[in-house]
T-cell receptor
């Protein structure tokens, strides 16, 4: 079963604009991760944020985490056509479930040149 | 490239048949996890292997089974294939205790 939902399901923007994707989850977590998937192939790890962190940056990526609302957001700044892909959040509940990721349903991002 | 490889890339089977999918971990990684991704959905955790032992299983029936070998490569076996087994099967390798998993390119299984 899916852990939660991602919003929006699809996002279409112009190159240079920012893209924001949201993820909600249901149970407590050890960490939350974001992945990118191109054309139904393998997943590429983008960024991880731990449950005791509120914000994290990596290049053009900014992730926030609000554990009280059980939600996270991924911001891609100055988007490029090459950012076109599906983006998934995945939660790791830790404990006996450590390393067993639970994914959302994903956001399809299209960046138009 | 993550260094994780999977074979075959594509596979077509008929209902009731059995299939074996293979995964080679990134060098030095001792943990392998398998995920099933139906079209338009996020991946779902099938099971994880650590040092050749199953280390956790998702909500999948026993006809989904696996193996991990001493070199940490892994197999996913599915018996009595059903139409709903059509999906992209992803394996991911990691070091025990590390948070990041590295995914292979996947095997696309079609069951007719």
């Amino acid at each position: 079963s899916q852990q939660g939902e991602e919003d929006p399901q699809a996002l279409s923007i112009q190159e240079g604009e920012n893209a924001t994707m949201n993820c909600s989850y249901k149970t407590s977590i050890n960490n939350l991760q974001w992945y990118r998937q191109n054309s139904g192939r393998g997943l590429v790890h983008l960024i991880l944020i731990r449950s005791n962190e509120r914000e994290k940056h990596s290049g053009r990526l900014r992730v926030t985490l609000d554990t009280s609302k059980k939600s996270s957001s991924l911001l891609i700044t100055a988007s490029r056509a090459a950012d076109t892909a599906s983006y998934f959040c995945a939660t790791d509940a830790g404990g006996t479930s450590y390393g067993k990721l639970t994914f959302g349903q994903g956001t399809i991002l299209t960046v138009h040149p | 490239e993550t260094g994780v490889t999977q074979s075959p890339t594509h596979l077509i089977k008929t209902r009731g048949q059995q299939v074996t999918l293979r995964c080679s971990s990134q060098s030095g990684h001792n943990t392998v996890s398998w995920y099933q991704q139906a079209l338009g959905q996020g991946p779902q955790f099938i099971f994880q292997y650590y040092r050749e032992e199953e280390n956790g299983r998702g909500n999948f029936p026993p006809r989904f089974s696996g193996l991990q070998f001493p070199n940490y490569s892994s197999e996913l076996n599915v018996n009595a294939l059903e139409l709903d087994d059509s999906a992209l099967y992803l394996c991911a390798s990691s070091l025990a205790g590390a948070d990041t998993q590295y995914f292979g390119p996947g095997t696309r299984l079609t069951v007719l």
